[in-house]
């Protein structure tokens, strides 16, 4: 299985901050890696896929770059509605995996 | 706009089967899609469980193989989960999901695109 190792697991920000989540894949995922985006009793909600494509109606300040096996999704000018949970998943190879993911909480 | 909804008892006794319905509207299940299962337990992360494509092809996570059966209904345009020999570690909110299977042999959106609400499924006597 590939791991994702996401990190902060939580992390604390203002209004109007930029804040960055890295996830690592233990092997080459290529970039078949996508964000979500998760609120309390919701289901996920993708943001960005094949690692830095912005999905359809997201906002353009959620961005994501790939290095390696090394994936960063950013965040700038939060906002109130930006405080959630993310998790990366890839879907290179089979099972399907996730991060653990990262709670963002107003600080 | 595509839809999906799961149904199914929010109550299974332990050891007992696990049974939920995802219905799809504004697709059809013999689309060129993946369709899946995802289960969240309270408080914790997402989990794939399975899938199932339009000609009845599966994959199952391993750790959960020997337990999943995911199976199509055509006529009635939904897909079905069940998992045999319930504990308390599946106690989970199940979510079913589409993922469509490369496009034109594009994989780069071979992602969850869209999700059903959740069902929270609870194993207790």
């Known amino acids: 299985d590939i791991q994702m190792t996401q990190s902060p697991s939580s992390l604390s920000a203002s209004v109007g901050d930029r804040v960055t989540i890295t996830c690592r894949a233990s092997?080459?995922?290529?970039?078949?890696l996508v964000w979500f985006q998760q609120k309390p009793g919701r289901a996920p909600k993708s943001l960005i896929y094949?690692?830095?494509s912005l999905e359809s109606g997201v906002p353009s300040k959620f961005s994501g770059t790939r290095s390696g096996t090394d994936f960063t999704l950013t965040i700038s000018s939060l906002q109130p509605e930006d405080f959630a949970t993310y998790y990366c998943q890839q879907y290179r190879s089979y099972p399907i995996t996730f991060g653990q993911g990262t709670r963002l909480e107003i600080k | 706009q595509v839809q999906l909804q799961e149904s199914g008892p929010g109550l299974v006794n332990p050891s007992g089967t696990l049974s939920l319905t995802c219905a799809v509207s504004?697709?059809?299940?013999?689309?060129?899609?993946?369709w899946s299962w995802v289960r969240q337990p309270p408080g914790k992360g997402l989990e794939w469980i399975g899938e199932i494509n339009h000609s009845g092809t599966t994959n199952y996570h391993p750790s959960l193989k020997s337990r999943v059966t995911v199976s199509i209904d055509k006529s009635k345009n939904q897909f079905s989960l069940r998992l045999s020999s319930v504990t308390a570690a599946d106690t989970a909110v199940y979510y079913c999901?589409?993922?469509?299977?490369?496009?034109?042999?594009?994989?780069?959106?071979?992602?969850?695109?869209?999700w059903g609400q959740g069902t929270l499924v609870t194993v207790s006597s």
């Open positions: 999901a589409r993922r469509p299977s490369c496009p034109g042999g594009d994989c780069s959106v071979n992602y969850f695109d869209y």
């Open positions: 092997q080459d995922i290529s970039n078949y």
């Open positions: 094949a690692a830095s």
């Open positions: 504004g697709d059809s299940i013999s689309s060129i899609n993946w």
